[in-house]
């Protein structure tokens, strides 16, 4: 099945420059897709970045300046269905959870992210287009219903988690086993435990430069 | 199966302290032991409350106010295994993945919940023994290994959500579809869309007084 990723690498990841530099973002987000085209490829898919510049993957890229959910949709049309959107910040993601997406044999399939996004979608009915922003989910359930689609859920800890704000790092530290997770090792971060939630802290001495 | 619920009636909720009052915790908290309640029952399974303090559910309830882990351990070693422990603050479970979560064949299965703890486990061998704290999934699966028992993780974002902070709130006004959904609601929560992640926003006139 064609996966389209979507992808920035001009200015990624805005709401981490508390704790990395423009530079750092960049090299950061790239990992990142990079662990996601690697889950894609060894569940036997076949990824598409679909980025608003040029980005140095071994992955076939779409390069499309339009807001996000105009490209995706020109991508879908494109696609032979069914196709699948999978973000390009969710470095926890591994072959057996793309494939559960993927075999989901409903017409429309989402699973959803913190913060009411759609992390990854499945679309198999041309009758569906996407409307990305801020709570997608919501507005994605509605739109395939009123198409009069059946809709399936995914249920995942590892599609739900992308990596937007400071407090997400502690996730892929955790749980990451990739180049997302190699990357913030090598750049000085490592977890901090307390009472509560685990914790990311940053050494002021990384052990690479960006 | 026997499904161990840890449950403090007496000041649950601390870090909710910003938005709710000392008597709101305490109810909001009994609404999602609750939902948690209905989800084990509905999926077949038998749950037993284990609680600092006296608790008003119509399920068995256990009390034992040593440390989490000393009671939790005790309670295990009660049980006929194999047996399960659920945290009470996991409002979006679903029977559903409840029966995901049991019906693991593996002699320890492990549920992560965001910020590294373990939210949910599975225990099918004696030589297993909890150990709660901030960053427990990492002990967990050690424990496990070094006891030489076989591994599963359940990849689930309805048992990755514990409600700890107020951001976790959006979540469960978003996916959630029971009592303490219904709460967060008549108490005045709602959702606030943004570019970003959702938030949430309390107005200043909730519908009902605690």
């Known amino acids: ?3 389209v990723v979507p992808f920035d690498p001009v200015n990624p990841k805005t709401r981490l420059s508390g704790v990395m530099s423009s530079g750092e973002r960049q090299s950061f987000a790239l990992a990142m897709l990079r662990d996601v085209l690697v889950a894609i ?3 036997g898919h076949a990824p598409t970045v679909l980025a608003t510049g040029s980005v140095d993957v071994s992955a076939d890229v779409v390069t499309d300046d339009r807001p ?3 490209a995706v949709n020109a991508a879908l049309a494109d696609a032979d269905l069914p196709a699948a959107v999978l973000m390009a910040d969710l470095p926890l993601v591994t072959p057996a959870v793309v494939q559960r997406l993927c075999s989901r044999p409903d017409e429309v399939v989402l699973a959803p ?3 009411g996004g759609t992390n990854a979608l499945v679309v198999r009915d041309p009758r569906f287009t996407v409307d990305y922003h801020g709570g997608s989910y919501s507005d994605h359930v ?3 219903l009123e198409a009069g689609l059946s809709l399936g859920r995914v249920d995942s800890y590892r599609l739900a988690v992308d990596v937007d704000e ?3 790092l502690v996730e892929v530290l955790l749980h990451g086993d990739g180049k997302a997770e190699e990357w913030l090792r090598r750049a000085g971060f490592s977890i901090e435990r307390g009472e509560g939630r685990t914790r990311v802290v940053r050494s ?3 052990a690479i430069e960006f």
Do not use: Y
């Open 41 to 43: 490829e060894n569940a």
């Open 142 to 144: 509605e739109i395939a």
């Open 204 to 206: 002021k001495t990384p």
């Open 166 to 168: 400071p407090d997400d």
């Open 113 to 115: 992210g913190l913060g």
């Open 68 to 70: 996000l959910s105009d």
């Open 1 to 3: 099945m064609r996966v």
